[in-house]
Structures are given as C-alpha cells and as structure tokens.
C-alpha cells in the first residue's frame, strides 16, 4: 500500500521562499495526476509484455537489489526486449513498487500496485477533466505508450516514437507557459536569476537548451532592462529557429543573438562570445550532457569574474529512485548515452541534489545553493522532483 499525502498535510517550509505557484495545491495535483498516468502506462507496458501482478508480487518480494535486476533481466529476455532497452524496462518496475511514493490525489485504483491499475485511457481521461492543465503531459505519455512496446523489443528508435511526424504541436503546448509544469520549471529559474542579478545592469546570458523559449521568454519578461545581451542557444536548429522567431517577435528593443550549441562538443569550437557571460541559464538541459564533468568545465570557462550558473532540472529524490518524466524521455538516445560510474554520476537520466553539487564541485564551481533545499524538500514531499541550482 502507498501512503496518502495530500496537499493540506504537506510541510510547506522548505518551499516557503519560492514563487506561489512552486508551492500551490495546483501543482501538486498536476503532478499527482502525471504520477497516475504513468502508473497506468507503465503497467500497460508491462501487460503488453505478457506479465502483470504476479511478477511485481515477486518482484516486491525479492530484498537484494542484485537479485531483482537478475529477475527483472530474465523477464526481459523472455519478452525479447533488446540488451540496451533492458534499464527502461527495468525502470517501469522501479517506478510501480516504489516504497517511498506517496499518492496525493484521493483516487483509491493506485493505492495498491498489488491490486493493478486502471487502463491508460480511462486514467487519462479522468486526468484530464480533473486538471486540464495536464493535457501536455498525458499527450506525451499517450505518444510514448503507443510506441514503448516496439522500442522495447528493438522495433522502432525512441526518437521516432516521441518525434514523430505531427508530434509538433504537442511539443509546442508541452513547452509553454501555459502549461502549468513547464511555467513552474521557467518561474523557479527566472525567480533565482533574478535573485542573482539583483542590482546588476548590463548583464549578459547566455542560455543553453533553450528549446521553444518558454524559459527564456519568463526572464526577458522579468528582466529585460537589466540585459544587455540574451544569446538564446539550442542543439536542435528546429528548435532554435522556433524559439528564436518567437523571442525576436516578442522582444524588439532587446540584443538578442542565436547560434546553434551543443552542450557536448567543445565550446570553443562553437559560436560563443570570447567577451565570456555573466550569467548561464540552462533549463532541463544539462543532464543530457554525455560527460558531464567536461560539459560543466567547459561553461565555467565562458563565465566572466563573477559570473554564475543558474539551472533547472529535474531532481532524484534519491539515487535509484524514479521520476515520472522519465517514462517518456528515456526512450531518447540523448538521455540514456550518458557516461556514468563516477562518485557524482552514478546512473543515467537525473541526478539527486547531492550528486549535482558533488558534479559542479569537480567542475570548478564553487558557492552552490539548490532551490528548494532537496533533503527538506524530499522529506515533506516524498515525490518531490525539481529544483534550481546556482553555482560560482
Ligand atoms: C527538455 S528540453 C528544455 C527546453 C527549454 N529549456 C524549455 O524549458 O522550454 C531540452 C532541450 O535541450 C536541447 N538539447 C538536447 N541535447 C542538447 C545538447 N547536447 N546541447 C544543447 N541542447 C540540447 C533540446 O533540443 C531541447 O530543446
């Protein structure tokens, strides 16, 4: 059974200092319902497959971690799941037997993973007509349900489930300040950054992953006055041309500047200003970085005397335990070709706020502070799953 923690039980201290909407009962409701979602889905994956409550009971039942990956590798080899898809399907079993969850939305259908889980359909249905704000998300879980079979068998690339043709207009709702999620992600970092700049003019940006410009459209609304440059950068030139359109449209008294970055080749090979940056601003980019102690070196040599690194990410609550926006996201190649087995990356995808501090610690930052402080965070909210992080 999982225990129930709704929202007027919660311990708000840790989250006292951030924007209202970081800590309102909407947006613990728009994540319980992802959670839903992704129990559902997962369980449907797991179905399709050919297993179900019997082999989560055993599952559950087995202490020894080792022993469990033995059992869950031999269920995949039976399904013909392919070797390097073995940890996804791993992770839908992680993610439903999960002891530290807890449900924050009263539906009695995911109290007990023992008891199964409703259909996908019908979860997402009832998502969506108690909190339309999580249309985005269920989409995205419909899009890599539909296709999470066959990229678990070898059929089809995760790619081309998540990006395929007509998949765009769903990107673009998903990665917008309407939609709740994202816009709490972007209000948290431009939150921090202005924190950091207070007091400061002529401040230069130069932000990674940019994507759409959901995030950068909330600091230039915040902060524009106090900008001299905002150099808006993204690896996907899809992406770019997009976000990039957008904040030009928007903001025409600006210095904006655009090039093409990819956090993971050298970026003195790439177009960045030699006149370095005040301020770096990342949100959920940086832990695509394949070798993330290069990466990170490698943006604390473009910040100038003085200069900080701010970013939003999704945070582990702790090492080796899920988090719901990985159903879908570790079906890209980018978020699974990571090297890991150093002290602060231990495993793929999102990393716990210790790991992160241990990462930017050999990387040369110094002064580095998380937004909500993660161990107070995790304790009130067993779920808990993002933060912003600054570094000097
Ligand atoms: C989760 S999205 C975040 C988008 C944007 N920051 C937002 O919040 O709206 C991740 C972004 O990182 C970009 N990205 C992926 N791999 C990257 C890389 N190696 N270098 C730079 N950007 C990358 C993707 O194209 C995508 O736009």
Redesign the pocket.
Known sequence: MRRHLLFEELNLDPFQDLPDEIRSPELFISSEWVNHMVDAASYEVIQQLGFGIDELKKYQSIESETERQDFVERLADTAGVVPDRVEVFAWLFRWLIDPQRVVGVEVQSFDDPMNGFPSFEETFLKAIEADPQVQPNAELIQFALAGYRDFLVGEVEGDQVLFKPGSFSLWESY?SNSHRI?RS??SIGAHVVKSCLEGKSEVRILE?????G??AEKIIEEMEPQLSLYHFT???AG?LRRGGNMLEDRFTELNLDFSR????KPFGEQKVSNEGYDLIYA???LH?AKDLKTSLSGIHSLLRDGGQLVFVEGVRPERGRPIAAEFAFHLLL?FRDVEVGTHFRPEKGFLTGEDWSAALKVSGFKNIEIYPEPKSAVEAYPNHYLGAFVAR
């Open positions: 990665f994202t992600l972007n990674l992953g940019g994507g759409l959901s995030a993204d690896v996907a992406f970055i990819d956090i993971n949100v959920n980019v695509l980018a």
